[in-house]
T-cell receptor
Framework: KAGVTQTPRYLIKTRGQQVTLSCSPI?????VSWYQQTPGQGLQFLFE???????NKGNFPGRFSGRQFSNSRSEMNVSTLELGDSALYLC?????????????FGPGTRLLVL | TQLLEQSPQFLSIQEGENLTVYCNSS?????LQWYRQEPGEGPVLLVT?????EVKKLKRLTFQFGDARKDSSLHITAAQPGDTGLYLC???????????FGKGTSLLVTP
């Protein structure tokens, strides 16, 4: 069974631009979560989608948004990029949104904002 | 927000040594997970502990969940270079699914 895939793997943008990242979960998984990882803050939860509905949202500004499609693939969008948005963005999938459900992480998209 | 503090932040040891890393919080967690992340990859789940006082062993790795479910430790026996990576603990709260991660312990095991 293929793992979680994320595209692109690397991205360079400039301040003020917007970016869209994509995540394809493991086949059969319906829950997708997004995290931002930085050296200073570690892994921080962005949002979680299940069956095309946002179930949970972390403490990030409205510039960060996401959506999930009927095939469970998910995208996240960051508008008006800031230097501080440079980070590794990780997507994780699981079968259901259970508190003890195992999450499987993708390799991440490394975003650099210049 | 439930905060998880991990210590030490960095650890550099030689092959064959033993080590323990810690994950502490002032909050109670319904479950706690340990992940290992290697450079250029996403975190990979090592173990989930759910019962206070629980001890789980995974080959040379021993995980313990505190009796009060506020803290956990990871002990590695006879560390090997393949154990090198970032070890992350994450707690799941009762009210939601979102995992709260600690900042991790970066482990380097040299031959």
């Amino acid at each position: 069974k293929a793992g979680v895939t994320q595209t692109p793997r690397y991205l360079i943008k400039t301040r003020g631009q917007q970016v869209t990242l994509s995540c394809s979960p493991i086949s059969g998984h319906r829950s997708v979560s997004w995290y931002q990882q930085t050296p200073g803050q570690g892994l921080q939860f962005l949002f979680e989608y299940f069956s095309e509905t946002q179930r949970n949202k972390g403490n990030f500004p409205g510039r960060f948004s996401g959506r999930q499609f009927s095939n469970s693939r998910s995208e996240m969008n960051v508008s008006t990029l800031e230097l501080g948005d440079s980070a590794l963005y990780l997507c994780a999938s699981s079968f259901s949104p259970s508190g003890q459900e195992t999450q499987y992480f993708g390799p991440g998209t490394r975003l650099l904002v210049l | 927000t439930q905060l998880l503090e991990q210590s030490p932040q960095f650890l550099s040891i030689q092959e064959g040594e033993n080590l323990t890393v810690y994950c502490n919080s002032s909050s109670v967690f319904s479950s706690l997970q340990w992940y290992r992340q290697e450079p250029g990859e996403g975190p990979v789940l090592l173990v989930t502990v759910v019962t206070g006082g629980e001890v789980k062993k995974l080959k040379r790795l021993t995980f313990q969940f505190g009796d009060a479910r506020k803290d956990s430790s990871l002990h590695i026996t006879a560390a090997q270079p393949g154990d090198t990576g970032l070890y992350l603990c994450a707690g799941g709260g009762r009210s939601g699914y979102a995992l709260n991660f600690g900042k991790g312990t970066s482990l380097l095991v040299t031959p």
